[in-house]
């Protein structure tokens, strides 16, 4: 399958924690990687091959992996961390690149 | 710090060729640690995977496109570029260049330029 499956939308309380999910039959042989989008901006990487944070990303940020479910958690919630957030990761045949749909964040 | 920038022209016409050139400083397109891709966003929607390259020449395109698309790299002036043929409106959308990491599970997209927007129409 090249599918990644996210919810469109998630909510929050500033400082609160939230988990977003990104489900694929190829995250059962294949880590994801998760960026985060704001308006008018290129997207960002903040976690990679299931719990890599690149350098500059807070540790609020962490990632996890269970069978064909990867999943982004944003420990204390900022109104920064207000965004789009994708999933990607290879399919199946390991030759191409996926994205899921996103999940708009919005943090109350 | 690697930093890369997309140019070309922001208004193509249906059935003709979209090209793009994504520029590389800081970095080399000849490394072997690396890959070389194109992403694109339509307005108001999600992200979709065109194709990357490797400094070798190897290449890989989404199997939707795969029909219209050629990346192409230039070592001498460290670039890699994008042809998409026969647009239509619906190829409408802001073009990104990014680099990928080799060797990690899930070949992610660590560095990205800031985007063009390319609009199909007459």
């Known amino acids: 399958s090249s599918e990644l499956t996210q919810d469109p939308a998630v909510s929050v309380a500033l400082g609160q924690t939230v988990r977003i999910t990104c489900q694929g039959d190829?995250?059962?042989?294949?880590?994801a990687s998760w960026y985060q989008q704001k308006p008018g901006q290129a997207p960002v990487l903040v976690i990679y091959?299931?719990?890599n944070r690149p350098s500059g990303i807070p540790d609020r940020f962490s990632g996890s992996s269970s069978g064909n479910t990867a999943s982004l958690t944003i420990t204390g919630a900022q109104a920064e961390d207000e965004a789009d957030y994708y999933c990607n990761s290879r399919d199946s045949s390991g030759n191409h690149l996926v994205f899921g749909g996103g999940t708009k964040l919005t943090v109350l | 710090q690697v930093q890369l920038q997309e140019s070309g022209p922001g208004l193509v016409k249906p059935s003709e060729t979209l090209s793009l050139t994504c520029t590389v400083s800081?970095?080399?397109?000849?490394?072997?640690?690396?890959?070389w891709s194109w992403i694109r966003q339509p307005p108001g929607k999600g992200l979709e995977w065109i194709g990357y390259i490797y400094y070798s020449g190897y290449t890989n395109y989404n199997p939707s496109l795969k029909s219209r698309v050629t990346i192409s790299v230039d070592t001498s002036k460290n670039q890699f570029s994008l042809k998409l043929s026969s647009v239509t409106a619906a190829d409408t959308a802001v073009y990104y260049c990014?680099?990928?990491?080799?060797?990690?599970?899930?070949?992610?997209?660590?560095?990205w330029g800031q985007g063009a927007l390319v609009t199909v129409s007459s």
């Open positions: 190829s995250l059962r042989t294949y880590y």
């Open positions: 990014a680099r990928g990491l080799l060797g990690t599970s899930g070949y992610p997209l660590a560095y």
């Open positions: 800081g970095g080399s397109v000849s490394s072997g640690n690396y890959y």
């Open positions: 091959d299931k719990n």
